[in-house]
């Protein structure tokens, strides 16, 4: 079945480092990859998304690059801020014509200290 | 506020008690999903609804979980005969299923804890 790895946690960086958070995924045909953050206290809020092959979605400084060939969708950002501090999801969903339904990873914790 | 509303943010129950949550979507939203949370996972499906009808269960959902969209609006997640195990985050998204994009935006979700 389809599922969604990614690195473990937590995640701590110094103000203005590079970010990068794994993930990889297992899926049949060609998902739709997501990566959604969490902060203390809030609801999910969708960060960015790619729908094909070699797309990158990037928001607020973050990327990530759909590999097929990796099957990967690894999180980066250049220069992190103690405002990115949160939870950080990947998900991946079925071609169209499924359900729609998100299937996450476990979730990594990013702590950015000053 | 036109985000997804959940009901209450808390909940605190004794096992065996049974307890309802309610979810209101974006308005124009015609999928609803449920999922379920616990400490240091990601989401996990449990159900979705196009409209009022109920089209998916997950095999997480057992048959003392009962979920409703009686209008195609907001929607109600009942539990019954609570157990410990059902401690966890309940959270709720919609989306417009349109045929092509299918973003989902989440509530702040229903912490239950059953002691």
């Known amino acids: 079945g389809n599922s969604v790895t990614q690195m473990e946690g937590p995640v701590t960086l110094s103000e203005e480092a590079f970010l990068t958070i794994n993930c990889t995924y297992t899926?049949?045909?060609?998902?739709?990859l997501f990566w959604y953050v969490q902060y203390p206290g809030e609801g999910l809020q969708l960060l960015l998304k790619?729908?094909?092959?070699?797309d990158k979605g990037s928001n607020k400084g973050f990327e990530a690059t759909y590999r097929k060939e990796t099957t990967s969708f690894h999180l980066e950002k250049g220069s992190v801020q103690v405002s990115d501090s949160a939870v950080y999801f990947c998900?991946?969903?079925?071609?169209?014509?499924?359900?729609?339904?998100?299937?996450f990873g476990q979730g990594t914790t990013l702590q950015v200290k000053p | 506020d036109t985000g997804v509303s959940q009901d209450p943010r808390h909940k605190i129950t004794k096992r065996g008690q049974n307890v309802t949550f309610r979810c209101d979507p974006i308005?124009?939203?015609?999928?609803l999903y449920w999922y379920r949370q616990t400490l240091g996972q990601g989401p996990e499906f449990l159900t979705y609804?196009?409209?009022?009808?109920?089209?998916?269960k997950s095999r997480l959902l057992s048959d003392r979980f009962s979920a409703e969209r009686p209008k195609g609006s907001f929607s109600t997640l009942e539990i019954q005969r609570t157990e410990q195990g059902d401690s966890a985050m309940y959270l709720c998204?919609?989306?417009?299923?349109?045929?092509?994009?299918?973003?989902?935006?989440f509530g702040a979700g229903t912490r239950l804890s059953v002691l």
């Open positions: 609804f196009q409209n009022e009808a109920q089209l998916e």
């Open positions: 998900a991946l969903r079925g071609p169209s014509g499924n359900t729609g339904k998100l299937i």
């Open positions: 998204a919609s989306s417009l299923e349109t045929g092509g994009e299918n973003i989902q935006y």
């Open positions: 899926a049949t045909g060609y998902p739709s």
């Open positions: 308005s124009e939203h015609n999928r």
């Open positions: 790619a729908t094909k092959a070699d």
